[in-house]
Structure formats: structure tokens, C-alpha cells
């Protein structure tokens, strides 16, 4: 009563204000039940507000009224909430319509004409805001009147406001879905709105002229509107929520033709700078290609290659190699895929084999050994362009994989002559360590006499500028580094210490020298070509053994070298056949299980077999009631299930199952309050849906959940105080942030206060998962070990577990840890006692964790034992990972397979 005389008649606005919030919360009705009798005086109060002349202070209390639930202090009110939606302000005009909404919802007795007054107030209301709110009342309460409202005006929404052309199209939407008989009546003003100026209302309105129509000028159009909108919007999040819609409309079968038409219009998207972005179109535009445009698009990747070649130096150096690379291996797979094309390819990859991005040169050479051996006919050619671009190759591992291709695919005498000449080339004059030990007497002669001219000129700047003379050293340093880069490429690599390079070269010449002594059967032809490569071993050899290179030969290369020259000296028709055919045979079974890999993945993910039993019922559309439209999906609640994370775009979800195991429990039964906690995992936030239930016969004042995180995760979202009554209970919400992959705990108390003392509960804590951000990913078996490379944490995990079969321990450890694995079935199939694999997973974050498996078993029936080695680029994932390795063999049960 106190409040009420001497706050409630306060002009103040900030007093207003909080008295709003204090009559929000503050109990209304006594314990019978009944509205207490000074809450009159609050009802008269605000009925005088409600006609106040500041529309702050209307609309406050508008929005007030919507949080009421006592039918008896609205009820005198409903006139001044009537007049308020002649208010000249629109501020007050929209609030009233939330009220009037709110009410009718809630006690639809107290102003039962609502719908008829709020369609004669939408037809004379012109501000957008008021309009909108209005809208969504009428298709919430009668949506008969909503569609007479749009009938009235159809031809003006393209000229609405983005906010109530939204509310349009998901009214349009619901009512074609409950009635597919009214799509011809609204499909137009659905195409109108494609051409809407905001974004928003083109996505939705693209979205929803699919899922209305599967006409192919629809499908068109919306897809026609996803491009424009992935080219022009500026947010790369924008862009790939898009780009997974377009890949959506791929899946169905019945539009992949059309989009087929639109593969060029795709492309334009590689204009964004983002490199996920160009990963996810490249990747479209392969799966759309057709015999029909693949010139086109092979026109357009030529392009963007030159692109990244002439802004090399401009752009991001790193960003612009793995677009290069994305390139190349699109490029790739289009010349496996439509083999005619390979003439237009081949120049322009092999252009980019000195390219000084290896990723890049590494995927060209993939794939003319993947051309050569599917495709004889281009062998000479690609023989011819590689040799022709051999003298570019600056890279060890470029060398060592281009001599490979060359000593395997040179099949007639004339290849094996200029791969001859190129590698002489390459390597400059032999014998190396006598060649270079001349070189370097003679420049130390040279040096020598001009000692006294070098300095004389450094005491004359001396003499001139009053400073010491640095320049003659900095000359000759430089002209020393130009010596460097005169060098013939494998004659340099030589230098720097890459004796790996001249063991490749070694299996190189031997197989190239057995050929050429099986096509040439002059002997003296035969010795001076096999004298030939084995001086070019020899020297590399001796040169290796020498001071002058940074790093020795190492024993391994001295013994790989030195079998091919006993092999060269001794040939026999075994060494020809391992060096001849077996290799050949090696590639071929490697390619055909990429290829049967490839081929299962594909038909996993075939969406154009759609298995219907021959007993199924045939529904047709246009003879479908209300009642058989509930099993189809309705976008727009599953997009909101979405963004709150309740459900998968793919998988169906169990809500039965799925809610309860992520229910924890955070106090127990016997204490005065009980709480549990419903954590809700969305990508980067975490959600926690607390339940707390009052066990007690008093009121809690001021109950407050306080919440800390420990590990990555950060509090966004603090709850707030409630009250809670005698054994009632209450929902609260907190939000929280997750910035990397690692394990977290969440933890905190339950603070209140009741009959004036101030109490606390401790919760249990929340163990926040690592395996909810980390899903199965894939990469070759190069980036693979480029990773393991560049990965610094690592940690090693002993295993320690009951299962006696290696195969069912691989699958226990897959399941477990969402690591897949990379290693093709064909290696791990047979029975042996021991198993090495290699395994790779992704967190959302784009944290990539590597594992490589060691296991064995020493007896049939003993446990497997080994160990799980893993990597990753931080320190908490490889930790994380870990732990969930060692929980899972102290917990979990192996799995048994059928």
C-alpha cells in the first residue's frame, strides 16, 4: 500500500518504469485465490496512463498489459486499449495491437470482435510497423480475414516493407500447405517477391516457391535467385547458408537437370575471396557438369587459374596456393570425368608443374598419372608437355615424382632418349665432384686477383663518405647467391642435401635402361646407354660422399642406389619384371580401390533411388486433406528447430531418447530445491534449459542460478532473479560461448532468499562432451602427412582394453572418438596380428585431429595391445581426445559385430 500512495502517483518515467516491473512480479491475489482489493486503485491508475499525453508512457504501459494475467484488472480497461489504436503515434498504435492480440489470445471473452476491429483498423493503417503487427494477429486468430486483407492489396506487396512482405510469405506458405488448392491463387505474388529489394525476403520467398512448386520455371527462378543473392550479399555466413540450400535443391533428383542449365551462373560465385566459399561452389558446379557446358567451365577454371597466377605476389600468398590447388583438382576431376576434355586440360596443369606452390604441382602430377594410366592415348602428349616443362621443376618432391612418371610411362626409344636428355639437363656436367672442385679453384683464382680492386674501392666510400664500406661484401654475397640460382635444378637440389631426389632418379634410369635394351638391340647402342646411367649414378654417389653438399648422402639412399647399379650391371629377366611390371600392377590395384571408394561413397550419398515397396499407397497431391498433409515437413518450424539446434536437416530425431540422455541433474530429491538442467549443443553455443522446482511450502524471493564455466567456454547470458512460489517451479534459460575443441566443465549454485534468510544449493557440475564438436571428416593420403607434419601437439594413448579382435577394436575406437577411418578396406582385410590405420576427424571450429593406429595381438586369444598416437594443431584437442579414449576403455563395452 505503500507504493501505491506515494510511488504510483510519481510522474517520474524511470519510476514508472520500474513500477511496471515491480506490478509485473509483485503477487496479485491472495491465498484464496482472489485479486486483492488495492490493485483497484494500480487498475485506475493505469487507465489514466493509458490516456496520457506522452506516447512513451502508453506504450509502456500497452506492453505491461500483454504480461498480465489477471482478467479482472484488464477488463476496465479494454476502452482505453480500444482508443489507443487511434493514437497518432504509431509507437503507442503497435503496442496496442500487441495488447489487443495478447488479451484475445489469453481471455477472448473480454474483447471477442478483436479480429473484425483489427481488419478495419489494417485497412486504414499506413504506418509498416503497426501494419505488420496487425497482420500476424489476423493470421494467428482468422486467417479467412488475413487472406481477404492480402486479396485487397496482392498487387501492392512487391511495394511493402521488408518486414511485412516476411510475414506474407510464411502466411502464403502455411495456408498452401494446409490447403494445396490455394497455390495457384497466391504462386504469383510468391514470383513477385523474388524481386523484393531485401535479402531476407528473397531467400524465404526463393525457399518457399520450392517447396509450393516443382515446376522447372520455379525451380529456376528460386535457384536463379539463391545465385544473386551468394554474389551479392557480402557475409561469407550468408553465402554458405545459401550455398547449402542450392546443394539441397541437388539432392532432388527431379531438379538436378534444371540447375544443370544454371552451372555457369553457379560459377560466378568464385568471385567471393573466401576459400569455404569457393570449396563448396567448385564442388556444386563438379556434381552439376554435363557433357553439355563442361568447355564452359574448364574455360572459367583456365581463367581463375591465370587469376591466382597473376595476384601471387598482391594477395594472400597462402589463401591464393589452396585456391590454386581447389582449382587443379577440380580440373582433375573433370578430365576423369568427361576424358574428351583432357586435350583442353593437360597444357594448362602442366604448366603449373614449377609452380612454387608444391600442393598445387603435387595434385598436376596426381593427376597425369591418373591420365596416363586411364587414358593411353594421351600418353605421348603428356610425355612430350612434361619434358617440355621438366627444366622448371624447382621442388624435391615435384623432381622426385615427375622422374617417376617419366621412367614408368617411357615406352619407345625416342621418350626414353629426351627423358634421358632432360634429366643430363638437369643435372649439368658430370663428373659433379670434379666438376664443381675445378669451378672452385678457378674462382678462387679469380677472387684472388681481384682482392686488391674490391678493396680499393671499398677504402675510396671509405675515403668519400666517412663510414665503413659494406658494399663489397653485400656484392659478393650477391653474386654468390646468383652462382646458387645458376645452378641446373637437380645439380642445386644435389647441393642443399635432397639425396632422396637421386635415389628416385637411381629407380628411374634402371627402368628406363631395361626398356631401352629390350626396344634397341644393337649391343654397343645398349652399353653406351646403360655406361651412361650408371656414371650419372656413380657420380651422384661419390658427390654425395664428398664435403661440398650441406647434408651427406644417407645410407638408405647409398643402398638404393647402389642395388640399381648392380641391377644395371647384372640385368636379368626377374629385375625386369619387378621394375617393369610389378610397379605398373601396384598402381593399378592403388587406383582401382580409389576408384571402387569413390564409386561406394557415391552410391551412399545416390538420392535418384528412392526404394518404394510395391504395397506403398500412391498419394496425390491435389486429393490430399488437411489431416494426410501432417506428415509432410514444414519448413519453417523445421527451420526453427533448427536454429535452436531440436533437430537435424537429415537425420529424424528421437525426441524420446535424445532430451533425456542430455538431461543432468544438478541437486537431489531430498533437498529443498530440485534442479536439473537441459544442455542444448548448437555448434558454438550451448544452451542450458534448467528446471527448478520449489519442494518447500515458502515462497523463494530472489532465486538467482549462478553459473561458472571452467575450460573454453564463456558465460553470454546470465540468468535472472525469479520468485517461486510454494511448490511451484520455473524455467530458466543461460547461454553459453564454446571458442575450441576441448573438454569444459559448467558449474555453479543455487542462491535464495526465504523469510529473510539468505541459502544456498550446490550443483552438480556439467561435463561438457568433446565428441559434441568433432564430426568424421576425410583427406588424401598427402594432406595427411603434411599434417602430421606441421602439427606440433601430440599425445600418445597406450591401449588397454578387453577386445581380442583388432578389426572390432578399430570400429570401437571409430565410434567412440568420430574419427573415420582413412585406410582403404582392402589394406586392412586378411587375418594377421597386428593392424596400423590412420584416422581423421574435424570440430566445427575447422580443428583437424589426426590419429594413427598401432595394435596387435601376441596370441589368438589375448587382448589387443599397441598404442593410438595422436595429433592436432592445439593443445587442448589432442588432450581432449585422449581422455575420451582412455574413458571409452575403462567404460565402454566393445561392440560386437554380427
Known amino acids: 500500500m ?43 491508475a493505469y487507465r489514466k496512463d493509458l490516456n496520457h499525453p506522452n506516447e512513451y508512457i502508453r506504450g509502456s504501459v500497452l506492453r505491461f498489459l500483454c504480461k498480465l494475467k489477471e482478467p479482472e484488472l484488464l477488463e476496465p480497461l479494454m476502452p482505453a486499449i480500444r482508443a489507443c489504436l487511434e493514437h497518432r503515434h504509431s509507437y503507442v498504435r503497435r503496442n496496442a495491437v500487441l495488447a489487443i492480440f495478447t488479451i484475445y489470445k489469453n481471455f477472448d471473452f473480454l474483447i471477442q470482435d478483436a479480429p473484425d476491429l483489427i481488419f478495419n483498423y489494417l485497412e486504414g493503417e499506413q504506418d509498416l510497423s503497426c501494419k505488420r503487427n496487425a497482420f500476424i494477429m489476423l493470421i494467428q486468430t482468422d486467417t479467412d480475414k488475413a487472406l481477404n486483407y492480402l486479396d485487397s492489396c496482392i498487387d501492392q506487396v512487391s511495394s511493402f516493407g521488408d518486414i511485412l512482405q516476411l510475414v506474407i510469405v510464411e502466411l502464403i506458405y502455411k495456408v498452401c500447405f494446409s490447403n494445396p488448392a490455394e497455390r495457384a491463387r497466391f504462386i504469383r505474388c510468391i514470383y513477385n517477391l523474388l524481386n523484393s529489394t531485401s535479402a531476407a525476403v528473397r531467400y524465404e520467398a526463393a525457399g518457399t516457391l520450392v517447396t509450393l512448386s516443382g515446376a522447372p520455371t520455379a525451380v529456376k527462378a528460386a535457384a536463379s535467385c539463391y545465385i544473386e543473392l551468394i554474389v551479392k550479399e557480402s557475409d561469407n555466413n550468408v553465402k554458405l547458408i545459401v550455398l547449402d540450400r542450392l546443394i539441397d535443391l541437388k539432392h532432388d533428383p527431379n531438379h538436378e537437370r534444371i540447375l544443370q542449365e544454371l552451372v555457369m551462373d553457379i560459377l560466378r560465385v568464385l568471385s567471393a575471396p573466401d576459400l569455404e566459399v569457393r570449396r563448396k561452389t567448385l564442388s556444386l558446379a563438379l556434381d552439376l557438369v554435363s557433357s553439355r557446358n563442361v568447355e564452359e567451365l574448364v574455360l572459367v577454371l583456365k581463367k581463375e587459374v591465370q587469376k591466382t597466377l597473376a595476384t601471387a605476389g598482391t594477395a594472400s600468398q597462402d589463401d591464393v596456393g589452396k585456391y590454386r590447388q581447389l582449382l587443379v583438382r577440380t580440373l582433375h576431376q573433370c578430365g576423369v570425368k568427361f576424358p574428351d576434355i583432357n586435350p583442353v586440360i593437360m597444357p594448362l596443369l602442366l604448366d603449373l608443374i614449377g609452380d612454387e606452390n608444391e600442393a598445387a604441382a603435387q595434385d598436376v602430377l596426381v593427376y597425369v598419372r591418373e591420365a596416363v594410366q586411364r587414358f593411353p592415348n594421351l600418353k605421348n602428349n603428356l610425355i612430350q608437355k612434361l619434358l617440355s616443362e621438366f627444366q622448371m621443376v624447382r621442388n624435391a618432391n615435384i623432381f622426385r615424382s615427375s622422374v617417376w612418371i617419366l621412367g614408368e610411362y617411357c615406352s619407345t626409344v625416342e621418350e626414353i632418349q629426351g627423358s634421358m636428355h632432360a634429366i643430363s639437363r638437369s643435372l649439368g656436367d658430370i663428373p659433379i665432384l670434379e666438376t664443381e672442385l675445378r669451378k672452385t679453384s678457378a674462382e678462387g683464382d679469380g677472387d684472388g686477383r681481384n682482392e686488391e680492386e674490391e678493396s680499393t674501392y671499398a677504402q675510396k666510400r671509405v675515403t668519400d663518405m666517412g663510414t665503413y664500406a659494406s658494399e663489397s661484401s653485400y656484392t659478393a654475397s650477391k653474386s654468390s647467391s646468383k652462382k646458387e640460382e645458376l645452378k641446373p635444378p637437380l645439380r642445386h637440389l644435389l647441393f642443399e642435401g635432397n639425396f632422396f631426389v637421386g635415389a628416385s632418379l637411381a629407380t628411374c634410369l634402371t627402368k628406363m635402361a631395361l626398356k631401352y635394351m629390350s626396344l634397341v638391340k644393337d649391343p654397343k647402342k645398349q652399353n653406351r646407354f646403360v655406361a651412361e646411367c650408371m656414371l650419372t649414378l656413380t657420380t651422384i654417389l661419390h658427390f654425395g660422399k664428398s664435403s661440398l653438399p650441406k647434408k651427406n648422402i644417407s645410407d638408405d639412399d647409398v643402398d638404393r642406389i647402389a642395388v640399381c647399379l648392380k641391377v644395371l650391371s647384372e640385368p636379368s629377366q626377374l629385375m625386369t619384371t619387378v621394375f617393369g611390371e610389378n610397379c605398373r600392377s601396384s598402381l593399378q590395384l592403388m ?34 486433406n488437411r489431416a494426410d498433409m501432417s506428415n509432410k515437413e514444414n519448413i519453417f518450424e523445421a527451420s526453427l528447430l533448427q536454429a535452436v539446434g531440436s533437430a537435424s536437416k537429415k537425420d529424424k530425431v528421437d525426441f524420446s531418447n535424445t532430451k533425456l540422455n542430455k538431461v543432468t541433474q544438478l541437486t537431489g530429491f531430498s533437498d529443498p530445491i ?191 595391445t599397441g598404442h593410438i598416437r595422436l595429433r592436432a594443431k592445439s593443445q587442448g584437442m589432442a588432450l581432449s581426445l585422449g581422455d575420451k579414449i582412455n574413458l571409452s576403455q575403462k567404460v565402454g563395452r566393445p561392440i560386437t559385430t554380427n
Open 2 to 44: 505503500t507504493i501505491i500512495r506515494f510511488a504510483l502517483p510519481c510522474q517520474d518515467h524511470q519510476v514508472k518504469k520500474l513500477l511496471l516491473i515491480f506490478f509485473e512480479i509483485v503477487p496479485k491475489t491472495s491465498s484464496d485465490g482472489k485479486l486483492l482489493p488495492e490493485f483497484i486503485l494500480v487498475c485506475d
Open 591 to 624: 587406383l582401382a580401390t580409389l576408384q571402387q571408394q569413390e564409386a561406394n561413397e557415391m552410391a551412399a550419398l545416390d538420392k535418384k533411388a528412392v526404394m518404394i515397396e510395391t504395397d506403398d499407397a500412391i498419394n496425390f497431391g491435389q486429393l490430399l
Open 674 to 864: 530440485y534442479a536439473e538442467a537441459y544442455v542444448n549443443v548448437n555448434q558454438f553455443d550451448i544452451v542450458l534449459d534448467i528446471l527448478v522446482v520449489n519442494q518447500t511450502s515458502d515462497t523463494l524471493q530472489n532465486l538467482i542460478v549462478e553459473v561458472a564455466t571452467l575450460g573454453d567456454l564463456k558465460l553470454v547470458e546470465k540468468p535472472t532473479a525469479v520468485n517461486v512460489g510454494p511448490l511451484d517451479f520455473c524455467s530458466i534459460k543461460a547461454s553459453v560461448k564454446v571458442t575450441s575443441t576441448e573438454n569444459g566443465i559448467i558449474f555453479g549454485n543455487i542462491v535464495y532468499d526465504v523469510n529473510n534468510t539468505h541459502s544456498v544449493v550446490v550443483l552438480n557440475d556439467i561435463h561438457i562432451d568433446v565428441m559434441d564438436y568433432i564430426v568424421p571428416a576425410s583427406c588424401t593420403d598427402v594432406e595427411f602427412r603434411k599434417m602430421w607434419q606441421e602439427f606440433e601437439w601430440e599425445n600418445k594413448v597406450s591401449v588397454n582394453t578387453s577386445i581380442t579382435d583388432l578389426r572390432e577394436y578399430l570400429k570401437h575406437l571409430c565410434a567412440t572418438t568420430n574419427l573415420k577411418c582413412l585406410t582403404p578396406e582392402k589394406a586392412l582385410s586378411g587375418d594377421c596380428g597386428f593392424m596400423a590405420a590412420n584416422l581423421h576427424a574435424r570440430s566445427i571450429f575447422g580443428e583437424d585431429a589426426l590419429a594413427n593406429l598401432s595394435i596387435e595381438k601376441l596370441t589368438p586369444e589375448s587382448p589387443v
